[in-house]
Structure formats: structure tokens, C-alpha cells
């Protein structure tokens, strides 16, 4: 018994086989049920319950793909946790190769006593250098408050609320028929009554 539990344990944790597939956003379907339990003033009785179907692919092509239905809270996670991971990796590669090209530059100014009378900002520099190698999400800008999508792959309610009579409350919603999936504003913690417009 141990050991087939430790072989079962093993199975799942091997996921190497993962790197040779690709994963396709198929479709999104949405669907609004009761509320089980009741919630606060702003929580409404209506939930929106959403999916995500999408397909591992083999990534070097063919047609042997695999179709799969995940709640799209845990897909939207899984994919922009990834995005992060692969922007941030870019931004830092990126930075070193301004910072190399910044010392360069430094030194040959140097070297011919070029002197820019303070022109030479390496913030300015950086931000120049991977804004021109397309990189323009890693321009970092004083004072930015960055907009953080994770906190609204489930329905949370907006911080910005400008409306002192309102809550609003922002989370993901299915759109263009199942072939997108946006934010959207909603008028209840189970962003499942959209916002009016305005």
C-alpha cells in the first residue's frame, strides 16, 4: 500500500512532459445560479459561475490535443501568473542589457571626455533602451500605481469607488459570444448584474 501511494505520489508531481505542450483558449461559458448562502447587503442573490474550456496541444503541431473545462478564476490565475513570470524574466533580461550598455556608454564618454553637462540619465536611458527593444511594459514611472488584474479574477469590489452611495464591483465576465474574456464593473459582489453605462 505504501509504495503504491508513493508511485501515485510521483505520477503527480511529474509534470516534464507539460514543456512539449502548448495550452489554447477555446471558448468561455457563463452561468448565473442562486446564491447558496446569503452574503452582505452588496452581495445580491445572483453568482456568476464561469468556465474556461481550453486545449493542450502537442507544441511542435498536429491534431492529438486534449480538450479541458477549468473554473475561470483558477485559468486566469494559471495564465496571467505565467504572463508575470515570463514579463518579469524579459524586463530583467532587458535591464541588464541597458545596464551594459549604459556602462559602455559611460565609459567611452569618459575615455573621450565627453561630457554632457548631466544629460546622461540613466533612469531616462533605461526607460529609452527597453521602450526601443519593445519592451515598453518594463518602463517602470515615479508615483505609478500599477493596476492589479489579480485582485479581480474574482469578484471583488472596485477601491477606487469615486460613488459614496454605490458599490461597484469589478470581475471577469465571458464576451463576443464565449471568444473573449474581459473585465467588466457590476452592481453586486456576485458580478453577475452588469454596471449601467456611465
Excluded at 8 to 13: A, N
Excluded at 69 to 77: G, T
Excluded at 130 to 153: N, P, R, S
Aim: proline share 3%; glycine share 10%; charged share 20%.
Amino acid at each position: 500500500m505504501a509504495s503504491s501511494l508513493h508511485q501515485q505520489q510521483q505520477e503527480e508531481r511529474d509534470n516534464t512532459w507539460m514543456w512539449q505542450y502548448s495550452i489554447q483558449f477555446t471558448t468561455c461559458h457563463s452561468a448565473t445560479t442562486l446564491r447558496q448562502e446569503g452574503g452582505g447587503d452588496d452581495m445580491g442573490p445572483l453568482i456568476a459561475n464561469n468556465s474556461i474550456e481550453f486545449s493542450l496541444c502537442p507544441t511542435s503541431g498536429g491534431s492529438n490535443c486534449a480538450t479541458y473545462v477549468a473554473p475561470m478564476e483558477d485559468f486566469l490565475n494559471a495564465y496571467t501568473e505565467a504572463q508575470m513570470a515570463e514579463e518579469e524574466y524579459e524586463c530583467e533580461v532587458a535591464r541588464e542589457t541597458c545596464e551594459y550598455q549604459w556602462e559602455m556608454q559611460q565609459n567611452q564618454n569618459q575615455n573621450g571626455n565627453n561630457n554632457n553637462n548631466g544629460q546622461d540619465n540613466e533612469q531616462y536611458y533605461y526607460n529609452e533602451c527597453v521602450t526601443a527593444a519593445g519592451k515598453d511594459y518594463c518602463v517602470e514611472y515615479e508615483g505609478q500605481e500599477d493596476f492589479e488584474i489579480q485582485e479581480y479574477l474574482e469578484c471583488a469590489e472596485f477601491e477606487g469607488n469615486a460613488d459614496g452611495y454605490v458599490n461597484y464591483f469589478i470581475g471577469p465576465y465571458c464576451a463576443n459570444g464565449g471568444k473573449e474574456v474581459r473585465l467588466g464593473v457590476f452592481m453586486d459582489g456576485g458580478c453577475a448584474v452588469p454596471a449601467s453605462d456611465g
